[in-house]
């Protein structure tokens, strides 16, 4: 009995394996939604206020010297952005070449560096911007200054592991919100 079932299923085995071969799916990757791009000014009554994006929340963290640290979370794309404003003392500097050493720890993973000088006279924001292109921990980092008073420290993290491909259109989205912060940023 058991032989007679095994040669009936035989041939339906045989015709249903006479088909095309098997192609492989591509693997997929989630549906980047990005929000509307808009802006909200956000002021810290000590240290400077700036338009930031309305889909970011600016918080802030406790310190216990003089700085004074904030973080811009962007829930939807799993990002933050973390800021640290420090007063200048005579260690400008100092400060500086941190901000350049801090960079300079990516260049293993980076495939590129751009640097990109901020000049505002008007508003006195000095510095500069740095788009690290390549599977890194932070794809932008920046640094701003007045000369005399102020120093801020800026730079964007995200809450997976880099895959530069797969966030490209949310890391080209959060650096140009991130330049329009810059751009808009006035001490206090």
């Known amino acids: 009995m058991k032989r007679r079932i095994d040669l009936l299923l035989l041939p339906v085995l045989l015709f249903a394996a006479c088909s095309e071969d098997p192609v492989p799916k591509p693997r997929g990757y989630f549906r980047i939604d990005l929000p509307e791009q808009a802006y ?77 000088r901020i000049m505002n006279d008007s508003t006195r924001v000095f510095g500069t911007m740095f788009d690290i292109e390549g599977d890194v921990a932070s794809p932008f980092v920046f640094y701003v200054t007045d000369s005399t008073k102020n120093f801020m420290y800026g730079s964007l993290y995200f809450d997976n592991r880099p895959n530069a491909d797969s966030l490209a259109p949310v890391t080209a989205r959060l650096r140009e919100d991130l330049r329009h912060m810059l751009a808009t940023l006035r001490w206090r």
């Open 40 to 116: 909200r000014t956000w002021t810290d009554s000590a240290t400077f206020s700036a338009e930031v994006p309305a889909y970011g929340r600016v918080g802030i963290r406790s310190t216990k010297d003089h700085a004074r640290w904030f973080d811009i979370r962007f829930k939807g794309q799993r990002a933050t952005a973390h800021l640290t404003w420090s007063p200048v003392d005579g260690d400008l500097q100092d400060l500086i070449e941190d901000a350049h050493t801090f960079k300079s720890t990516h260049q293993a993973k980076a495939a590129k560096i751009r640097s990109e």
